[in-house]
């Protein structure tokens, strides 16, 4: 699980990957991608560490990639490196000119050339199918390339791969082309510290199916140098009331339809990051191999309960509302869990 960010030169990428991850980038450096870890923001966690003050604290993490291009065809040759990610954040500048269709021209820019590089996949792929005789290629190919001239149609006309209503099983058949447009998109408009509305004006009229969120990188990159009571001082000074930095990345965590539970004691509280939709047995091994091997029970009580329990394990469990789950339950977000295994 990965999120790329891209966007135009100079539009903040580095700026905003900085913010989330705390992972500095030198520009005189000029890699072509940076990698760092951003905390996800939880209410839900912060009340768990004020509840047990655990000697180790673990939030949800979202991996993030800043992602640097230079030179021709950038985005074929740097496909290879970010094939791992599952989905992109698009950083449109909206604080050099804030001007509706400028940004809008600016989105579309970086949008048709992933278009275009999806698309001379496709065409060279399709080239070779037709030198390739029927009887050597594997179901699993004629799978894939039975897909591309629909593909292909979508793409010409402008539009992306997530746009041409791909199954969740098709999408997975052509998992290895790393294709740029399949994957699910988040928009981040860049505004200027006097334009702040800037970025709600670019979702009104932009008119994209892809979620549109706004940050001004600038104040933000100037808060995370200060101490927490001064960030609110300044906040409120702004008339802001949480940094956008920490919606960002609540919403790129949602955009890969993950979900947490937790694991609580004095040891350590620590929110464990899933797939949407995970049975217990396999949330289990995200912990460790032999708890998904071993698997008995899982005892689970939801974070909603614990707290109208008082925020006490043992109310909850007196209250015969502690769950003992089998291998079928699927995980929520916000489950508390304890596994019981045995290997
Ligand atoms: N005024 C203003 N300047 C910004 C803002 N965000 C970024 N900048 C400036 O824009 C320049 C580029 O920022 P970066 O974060 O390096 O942009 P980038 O997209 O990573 O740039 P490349 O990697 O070179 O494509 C820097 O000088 C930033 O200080 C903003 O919100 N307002
Ligand atoms: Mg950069």
Same mark, same amino acid.
């Given at each position: 699980?990965?999120?790329?960010?891209?966007?135009?030169?100079? +539009?903040?990428?580095? *700026?905003?990957? &900085?913010?989330?991850?705390?992972?500095?980038?030198?520009?005189?450096?000029?890699? *072509?991608?940076?990698?760092?870890?951003?905390?996800?923001?939880?209410? $839900?966690?912060?009340?768990?560490?004020?509840?047990?003050?655990?000697?180790?604290?673990?939030?949800?993490?979202?991996? #993030?990639?800043?992602?640097?291009?230079?030179?021709? $065809?950038?985005?074929?040759?740097?496909?290879?490196?970010?094939?791992?990610?599952?989905?992109?954040?698009?950083? %449109?500048?909206?604080? +050099?000119?804030?001007?509706?269709?400028?940004?809008?021209?600016?989105?579309? @820019?970086?949008?048709? !050339?992933?278009?275009?590089?999806?698309?001379?996949?496709?065409?060279?792929?399709?080239?070779? %199918?037709?030198?390739?005789?029927?009887?050597?290629?594997?179901?699993?190919?004629?799978?894939?390339?039975?897909?591309?001239?629909?593909?292909?149609?979508?793409? &010409?006309?402008?539009?992306?791969? $997530?746009?041409?209503?791909?199954?969740?099983?098709?999408?997975? *058949?052509?998992?290895?082309?790393? #294709?740029?447009?399949?994957?699910? !998109?988040? %928009?981040?408009?860049?505004?200027?510290?006097?334009?702040?509305?800037?970025?709600?004006? #670019?979702?009104?009229?932009?008119?994209?199916?892809?979620? %549109?969120?706004?940050?001004?990188? @600038?104040? &933000?990159?100037?808060?995370?140098?200060?101490?927490?009571?001064?960030?609110?001082?300044?906040?409120?000074?702004?008339?802001?009331?949480?940094?956008?930095?920490?919606?960002?990345? $609540?919403?790129? #965590?949602?955009?890969?339809?993950?979900?947490?539970?937790?694991?609580?004691?004095?040891?350590?509280?620590?929110?464990?990051?899933?797939?949407?939709? *995970?049975?217990?047995?396999?949330?289990?091994?995200?912990?460790?191999? =032999?708890?998904?091997?071993?698997?008995?029970?899982? &005892?689970?009580?939801?974070? =909603? !309960?614990?707290?109208?329990?008082?925020?006490?394990?043992?109310?909850?469990?007196?209250?015969?509302?502690?769950?003992? !789950?089998?291998?079928?339950?699927?995980?929520?977000?916000?489950?508390?869990?304890?596994?019981?295994?045995?290997?």
């Amino acid at each position: 699980m990965e999120i790329g960010i891209l966007g135009l030169p100079q +539009s903040g990428k580095s *700026t905003l990957f &900085e913010i989330m991850t705390g992972v500095k980038v030198d520009p005189a450096r000029q890699e *072509t991608v940076v990698r760092g870890q951003a905390s996800v923001p939880d209410g $839900r966690f912060d009340r768990l560490v004020e509840i047990y003050r655990p000697a180790k604290v673990s939030p949800a993490k979202v991996p #993030f990639v800043d992602v640097h291009v230079a030179g021709e $065809r950038p985005w074929e040759a740097i496909r290879q490196s970010l094939s791992g990610t599952d989905g992109l954040l698009h950083v %449109v500048d909206g604080f +050099s000119l804030p001007d509706l269709s400028l940004a809008l021209e600016g989105y579309r @820019k970086l949008a048709d !050339e992933l278009i275009l590089s999806d698309l001379i996949i496709i065409e060279k792929k399709l080239e070779r %199918v037709a030198k390739t005789p029927k009887k050597s290629i594997s179901p699993q190919e004629t799978a894939q390339n039975d897909l591309l001239p629909r593909l292909k149609e979508c793409l &010409e006309a402008g539009r992306p791969l $997530r746009a041409a209503g791909l199954t969740p099983q098709e999408v997975f *058949t052509l998992k290895s082309f790393s #294709f740029w447009t399949i994957k699910p !998109e988040l %928009v981040v408009v860049n505004v200027a510290e006097d334009n702040l509305a800037f970025a709600d004006e #670019f979702a009104a009229g932009a008119g994209l199916a892809e979620p %549109v969120l706004g940050i001004c990188c @600038k104040i &933000e990159a100037e808060l995370a140098g200060l101490t927490p009571a001064e960030q609110q001082e300044f906040l409120a000074s702004m008339g802001i009331a949480e940094p956008a930095f920490g919606r960002i990345i $609540r919403a790129a #965590f949602s955009l890969l339809g993950r979900i947490s539970f937790f694991t609580v004691g004095d040891d350590e509280v620590k929110a464990w990051v899933i797939p949407a939709g *995970t049975k217990a047995p396999k949330a289990a091994g995200t912990i460790h191999n =032999d708890f998904e091997r071993g698997f008995i029970k899982a &005892e689970v009580m939801h974070y =909603d !309960e614990f707290i109208a329990c008082g925020g006490s394990a043992a109310e909850v469990k007196s209250a015969g509302r502690l769950r003992l !789950e089998g291998k079928e339950y699927i995980v929520l977000d916000g489950d508390i869990i304890n596994f019981r295994f045995n290997v």
